[in-house]
């Protein structure tokens, strides 16, 4: 039952994503570490969830107040809007609900605002304005902005892609098969009490029945498995066949595509992990934990004179910054963070670092472009963009299971088990 310093808490976590520009990851850990552990599960279940219903809730919650929030006073309407979450998707008894929302009031040093925060609530339980909620951004929970790019994308499936985006992420798995097989580690962890199933697309993949924490997973610790995305694990997929040689994995943090690449591609020579100095420690760190060994560079790929030798690489493997609009599921501030213009400044982005990137590429290379985007401006038009530029690039052919081909390459929409990726490989005539 969430207490008022629970409620508190996920409360300055919503404020200081929607109204400091924070990443929820960096707030969530911010506050979390703050916390009991047994605590941190509920208030990133309220904060997170909040945050993705927050365009259903916000003009609805805001119609229940006689006049506007001071801008000095603004954590209330998360607070506000952290209550309408509970007492919507929680199983809790409202009062206990209302009852720790008003008393967070006080902990958040709004002593004056209990009465308001009561009278809110209890307005809400008696007359919920539903008519305040019937629009389509309400109703999918996305700005209006966002809802209109993915439609004009995908005219057939954008109501499912946004429904999608509302819903929990599994926990999802990567066997490192180097250690153990996949039957071998949900036998594992079968012995622990630990519900899971194979993935579908995936052939390395294991789903949690419950998503818990890595550290209470059995031989996570010893490299058995990663924590990866099922659609994300499709990576070595996109590069076979692989004949060999050196690999570059451009944008490489936080590692998970880097370390897959060394578990199921055969006869790789070398393989050099960059990405921004800020960035790359993680790659080390996962490389550590697996036993595995690869080149790390700490450096702006488009600089590639000050971090590139003269030897070619026969595979390079790109996942470049994009809009994130295939993991919203999974990181539901990306609909508080992004702009409809960002869309044009990423796409700029992918092209210069893909024409960056192709002459390193050794002739009879690939280069194995992927986003976590479902928008073509970020995945089939750098494409073409290159081609325009560079006469050698070819689009081969790639399957990924359940996937929709696009103009260049495959796509995978987001739905209950897994996020959306975009995959294409070139090679170099």
Not at 73 to 93: K, T
């Amino acid at each position: 039952m969430p207490t008022a310093e629970t409620c508190a808490a996920a409360t300055r976590i919503v404020h200081a994503v929607t109204k400091k520009g924070q990443s929820l990851d960096r707030a969530t850990f911010s506050e979390c570490s703050k916390l009991k552990p047994e605590n941190r599960g509920e208030v990133r279940e309220i904060s997170w969830g909040t945050l993705r219903w927050w365009f259903r809730y916000q003009a609805a919650v805001s119609s229940k107040l006689n006049r506007p929030i001071s801008k000095k006073d603004q954590i209330l309407e998360s607070l506000l809007l952290c209550g309408a979450y509970q007492l919507d998707h929680l199983n809790e008894p409202d009062y206990a609900v209302t009852s720790g929302t008003v008393e967070a009031a006080r902990v958040l040093g709004l002593p004056k605002a209990v009465g308001l925060v009561n009278g809110v609530l209890r307005s809400w339980l008696r007359d919920k304005p539903t008519d305040l909620m019937s629009s389509e951004e309400c109703t999918f929970a996305t700005p209006s902005w966002l809802l209109q790019r993915i439609k004009s994308n995908w005219p057939d499936e954008w109501q499912k892609v946004v429904s999608c985006a509302n819903q929990k992420p599994p926990m999802t798995l990567r066997v490192n098969t180097l250690k153990i097989t996949r039957s071998e580690f949900i036998e594992l962890l079968a012995r622990e009490n630990i519900k899971a199933h194979e993935t579908s697309i995936s052939p390395w993949g294991v789903t949690l029945e419950k998503p818990r924490d890595i550290s209470s997973i059995p031989g996570f610790s010893l490299g058995f498995c990663s924590v990866q995305d099922e659609a994300a694990q499709m990576a070595p997929l996109a590069c076979l066949p692989f004949n060999g040689g050196r690999v570059l994995d451009a944008c490489a943090a936080p590692g998970g595509k880097t370390t897959h690449l060394i578990e199921a591609l055969k006869n790789i020579e070398s393989v050099t992990a960059i990405d921004l100095p800020n960035r790359t420690k993680s790659i080390s760190d996962n490389l550590d934990r697996l036993d595995q060994s690869a080149k790390v560079i700490s450096a702006d790929i488009l600089n590639d004179k000050k971090w590139c030798d003269e030897e070619l690489y026969d595979l390079i493997l790109l996942d470049a910054p994009c809009s994130g609009t295939g993991v919203i599921k999974r990181h539901p501030d990306i609909r508080h963070h992004r702009r409809s213009s960002d869309i044009a400044t990423y796409a700029l982005q992918q092209s210069r670092l893909l024409s960056t990137l192709w002459p390193l590429l050794r002739t009879g290379g690939q280069l194995v472009y992927v986003t976590c985007s479902i928008l073509k401006e970020e995945n089939d038009v750098p494409i073409d963009g290159l081609i325009q530029k560079f006469s050698d690039v070819q689009v081969r052919d790639i399957t990924i299971p359940t996937a929709i081909g696009t103009k260049n390459g495959q796509q995978l929409l987001p739905n209950d088990e897994h996020d959306g990726l975009f995959y294409a490989s070139l090679t170099k005539a």
